[in-house]
């Protein structure tokens, strides 16, 4: 990317797989990551309105914003046991205490 230089100091990961655990393209990383988060034990949150995805409609993907509100419907259906999927505005996301959230398969704060 034109004007972003990593530093010395910062970590370069080689990744091998798709999410941001392991990350791709943004459309396809923002639903490898839910998926990802939520197969591992986290709860997951999708903020409707502050993601993206690239434009891949000329060799046949829907355009972005049909992919954008694909993946914002069809996240809040997700579900699992003892597990919670939801999808808010970025006016309701609320970094305060974990209402209850499971916060990863060791019970931390995934940190």
Request: aromatic content about 10%; glycine content about 12%; some cysteine.
């Amino acid at each position: 990317m034109p004007g972003l230089r990593r530093r010395r100091s910062e970590a370069l990961v080689h990744k091998k797989h798709g999410d941001a655990f392991e990350g791709t393209r943004p459309g396809q990383c923002i639903r490898s990551t839910l998926h990802g988060g939520f197969t591992r034990g986290y709860d997951t949150t999708l903020v409707a309105d502050a993601h993206t995805t690239n434009d891949l409609s000329e060799w046949g993907a829907p355009p972005p914003t049909v992919e954008i509100e694909y993946t914002n419907l069809y996240w809040q259906f997700q579900t699992a046991p003892k597990r919670r999927a939801r999808v808010v505005a970025s006016d309701e996301v609320d970094f305060g205490p974990d209402e209850g959230w499971r916060r990863g398969p060791t019970g931390g704060n995934g940190h």
